[in-house]
């Protein structure tokens, strides 16, 4: 078998965290990523309060949890001296300031470590993952920061056919682990070709063990999924109670990331789907949402994502969205929230108050805009054809990234039935930047439920070169954009065909979380 050993400087640290913090201090890699960030940090579209590896270019997100009080994320890291994936790694208190660590997974056997999950457990963090040209890894740690890690068996626990062998019924790809009783569980993504007309479609294959080295095969895990499409398949899996259903999040190479609810039959070990939705609403570029991570939080579950880029940057490219909290609400509505200590972020309060919108007239607000800010805006219900927030816009319009509401255009709700039509939210970067080398993207358009009386609630997060946008607690859309010129920073709001009530508007710049 070739020697796939990374020529990255391996390093064992101390088991305590004091002694931990101590040997960090002065470790050479940690002065390389030091020197690293700081160098790049002032790069135009470098986000400042959105996670960015320190060095090099960067992939999905890899086994989010939380340990002895800190959160860890995991990462496709690919360090200068061999540029193939290892697991980068950074720690948090918050969720939000991040600390970079080092690199924590290296190759070997395997040629390149490639995305899976974490399951905490009380005394050890489990992580499983796929490992290319080998298969799907099992690796511990137990030291406070999660810096050593020993490799089960030393080779993969769930191997690839080799050279000759049969074909196997399941694909060996990216890995989630749980456990229930005694026994673990663990999800292998990849697809079946049973769906219309013999046409590929997402699966992931359920393996069951007690040690988790040695790992039965039992059967795809989905049952009555008709969301999915055809082509999709079932990347990045992570499986967890959320509310009184399951979430399964997942990435689509085809079609990007999503998640499938259901009910968890634990006696035929089956999740038997009763809901879907999408995380992005187009493909996965340019500019588009990527692959989950995510951890439980009591009966929430926390998700982060990579974003892809829509123009070259020399140096680094991918970047994370913010986390966000994941619940159930009425009618099993999948809620999404970004995560408190995002409000930490906050410097200044740079102005708003409540105001009187007009009909078909574009209001720029004065001395409020900016290229990293928080905004949020209550629209009160009104018969506005359309209201629309536009942010990182020049003064002559030339360049704008349009975020627009559609009151009650949407799709009849399927489970209220005639009382009531879904509205629509468009996040649209096609004038986003005039750069010759900017992809951008298709418009982002996503349902969301609003009752008739109820007010529109916008979050809007814009970071340099990714726009992110909660609405009611209830969706959320998000796009890397790419401003070119300096003056790029205004804020500006229209109510089409009938006047709206601004209720309320704050907007806050946003500093650093380094």
Known sequence: MPDYRSTVPFHTFPDTLAAQETALASHPIMERLFRSRAFLAGHRHRPIYHYVNPEGTLNDPNGLCRWQGRWHLFYQAYPP????????????????????????IYPDPEE????????????????????????NMVAVSSDPLLLNWTKLTGGPVIPMAGPGDPPLPYRVFDPCVWKQGDSYYSLSAGQIPDGP???????????????????EYLHPFTEDDRFTLVGDDGACPYFWPIGDKHILLFFSHMSGGQYLLGDYDTDRQKLVVTGAGKFNMGPVGPGGVHAPSATPDGRDVVVIFNMNPGKPSTGWNQIMSLPRRLSLGEGDVLLQEPVAAVESCRRSRLGG????????????????????????????????????????RSPDRE???????????????????????ESVVTLDTSYSSSAPDVRSRAPESARVRLSPDEPLQ????????????????????????????ADSKDISLRSRGRASEVTQLDVWEMGSIY
């Not at 061999?82 to 080092?102: C, K, Y």
């Not at 699966?203 to 080295?213: K, N």
């Not at 070169?465 to 859309?477: A, D, K, L, P, T």
Request: aromatic share 10%.
């Open 353 to 392: 108050a409540p105001f009187l919108l007009p009909a078909n007239r574009e209001v720029v607000l004065d001395d409020m805009g900016g290229d990293a800010v928080e905004i949020q805006a209550t629209v009160a219900p009104s018969a506005a054809s359309m209201v629309e927030l536009n942010v990182l």
């Open 197 to 215: 007309a013999g046409q590929p479609v997402a699966a992931d294959f359920l393996f069951r063990s007690d040690d988790l080295q040695q790992w």
């Open 399 to 421: 360049e704008f990234t349009r975020i627009a509401f559609y009151r009650d255009r949407g799709y009849r709700d399927r489970v209220l039935g005639r009382r009531h039509v």
């Open 458 to 485: 916008l979050r809007v997060f814009v970071d340099k070169s990714i726009v992110e946008v909660f609405v009611n607690g209830r969706q959320c859309v998000a796009s890397r954009v790419y401003p070119d010129r």
């Open 112 to 135: 390149c470590c490639y995305s899976g999950a974490t399951l905490v457990e009380d005394d050890r963090v489990i992580a499983m993952y796929h490992g290319t040209k080998a298969g």
């Open 81 to 104: 001296e061999d540029p193939r994936q290892h697991w980068g790694h950074a720690v948090s208190e918050d969720l939000i300031h991040w600390h970079d660590l080092p690199y924590c």
